[in-house]
């Protein structure tokens, strides 16, 4: 799967495309537990079920251009991204992969998301996604400084952060 760029104000990241499309089914599956949704809502759901479903290899859109409107839908969109992180955070070190393939694939949502093996998957990735998310999103996302080396931050995943300057770094 490719990777693509998470932004919001002038900030953002790349990430791998699984973990942003399980991110927004998930929050998806949030928005789901309200019995009515505003129109501004029900658009922002309605594209993240679009981009959910594409599994695209690097074309994922973040849709967060809808938050940017509203500083109310933004401040509802925060509190189901924090219930998002939370149902990651509860299920501890791995991610169950029935979990995701029903997260994928709820009705009327996000159909046409990939298929997980019934094994486990080891949560950090998906974790460390969404906090970076509610961190650009809440304006206390802050790019990693550069490492002392000059080469990559350890942290075994592909990630470039852009400073407001849009320089990035790849960490």
């Excluded at 658009?43 to 938050?67: K, P, V």
């Excluded at 933004?74 to 992180?85: F, N």
């Excluded at 996604?129 to 080469?151: C, M």
Aim: hydrophobic letters at 40%.
């Amino acid at each position: 799967m490719g990777t693509s760029f998470t932004s919001f104000k002038g900030f953002g990241f790349w990430s791998r495309d699984e973990h942003m499309a399980v991110w927004m089914a998930n929050l998806v599956e949030k928005m789901d537990k309200f019995e009515s949704l505003n129109s501004a809502q029900l658009e922002f759901r309605a594209d993240l079920i679009r981009q959910a479903s594409m599994q695209a290899n690097g074309t994922l859109q973040d849709c967060l251009y809808h938050l940017s409107k509203s500083e109310t839908l933004l401040g509802w969109a925060v509190a189901r991204g924090q219930e998002a992180l939370q149902s990651y955070l509860v299920a501890g070190e791995f991610l169950d992969g029935q979990w995701l393939n029903d997260l994928m694939h709820q009705k009327g949502s996000v159909a046409e998301g990939p298929q997980y093996s019934l094994v486990q998957f080891p949560s950090h990735a998906y974790i460390s996604y969404g906090r970076k998310w509610l961190d650009l999103i809440e304006g206390k996302f802050s790019p990693l400084p550069p490492h002392p080396s000059g080469l990559f931050h350890g942290t075994g995943e592909i990630e470039i952060d852009v400073t407001q300057s849009g320089r990035g770094k790849i960490t």
